[in-house]
């Protein structure tokens, strides 16, 4: 995810603020950066999976669904162009009191706070991670996946931190490349979306009484002989969304979402173009 349009300016900072020191000390202010994140993302992790506890598995899954699958959707139309739309997020100059303390605590600190409002925008994807993490209501499976995901996000940045220690400034290549990225990403995002938003969430009903759900889990059931398939235990829990959306709506939704952006966005580009 270091390369969404939201987090790939984390690399802008701490690449330039390794690159002015030694190599040492740029090595430790990147690894005390990239701690940073983790141990931001390692809190969201512990704390978040309580509000499963509360609400019921199969409900937290499905807000889940429809909370992340929905802002990934919606971040993607507005990365390709098709909606303006501009996320809260901070945008303002460091507090005054991580500018006070010295570099290692100073950078530390960056990573703590940054890894907590994203640079310019909050980071969608991520909230499709803290979402599942709400809906698994394991304390240990939300801070185990919150966590990897933070060393996920810190090791490209302590990459590209070394490399440009030892002389090598890739941040110039990825800003070369950032538009492609960011348009396969934007695709990527409202795919993602959409079966999130409906089979995960706001449908899942359907998809788990569909025959390619049937056939897809006795499929990976019978290849593993058994060990690998879907749990039931959340057959026996009940939930008032699905009892209320009328399930049998979901093929036509998923369809829906899919296809009105790629007509959407042929019919836009042209004029894009143009202008």
């Known amino acids: 995810m270091i390369f969404l349009p939201c987090t790939l300016p984390l690399a802008f900072i701490i690449v330039p603020i390794a690159m002015n020191q030694s190599a040492k000390k740029g090595l430790v202010m990147a690894l005390l950066f990239g701690l940073g994140m983790i141990i931001t993302f390692s809190i969201y992790g512990l704390i978040f999976p309580q509000i499963g506890r509360i609400t019921g598995l199969l409900t937290a899954?499905?807000?889940?669904?429809?909370?992340?699958?929905?802002?990934?959707?919606v971040f993607g139309l507005s990365e390709l162009g098709l909606i303006k739309m501009k996320i809260p997020g901070y945008e303002g100059p460091l507090p005054s009191f991580i500018n006070k303390q010295g570099d290692y605590l100073k950078v530390f600190s960056m990573g703590l706070i940054l890894a907590n409002v994203g640079v310019g925008c909050p980071n969608p994807v991520?909230?499709?991670?803290?979402t599942y993490a709400i809906s698994s209501a394991s304390i240990l499976t939300g801070w185990s996946l919150l966590a990897i995901h933070g060393i996920g996000r810190a090791i490209p940045l302590i990459f590209l931190a070394v490399l440009g220690i030892l002389g090598i400034n890739a941040t110039q290549a990825i800003a070369k490349r950032a538009g492609s990225v960011r348009k396969?990403?934007?695709?990527g995002l409202i795919i993602i979306g959409?079966?999130?938003?409906?089979?995960?969430?706001?449908?899942?009903?359907w998809f788990e009484e569909s025959p390619m759900h049937e056939g897809w889990n006795s499929?990976?059931?019978?290849?593993?002989?058994?060990?690998?398939?879907?749990?039931?235990k959340l057959s026996t829990e009940t939930s008032i969304i699905l009892q209320t959306v009328?399930?049998?709506?979901?093929?036509?939704?998923?369809a829906a979402m899919i296809i009105i952006p790629i007509v959407w966005y042929?019919?836009?580009k042209p004029k894009q173009e143009v202008g």
Do not use: D
């Open 126 to 130: 991520f909230y499709v991670l803290l």
């Open 194 to 205: 959409a079966i999130l938003f409906v089979i995960t969430g706001l449908f899942r009903g």
């Open 61 to 73: 899954n499905v807000i889940a669904g429809i909370i992340g699958g929905g802002l990934a959707f």
């Open 266 to 268: 042929n019919i836009k």
């Open 184 to 187: 396969w990403t934007a695709w």
């Open 219 to 232: 499929l990976i059931s019978t290849l593993t002989g058994g060990k690998l398939q879907e749990a039931e």
């Open 246 to 254: 009328p399930q049998w709506l979901g093929p036509y939704v998923l």
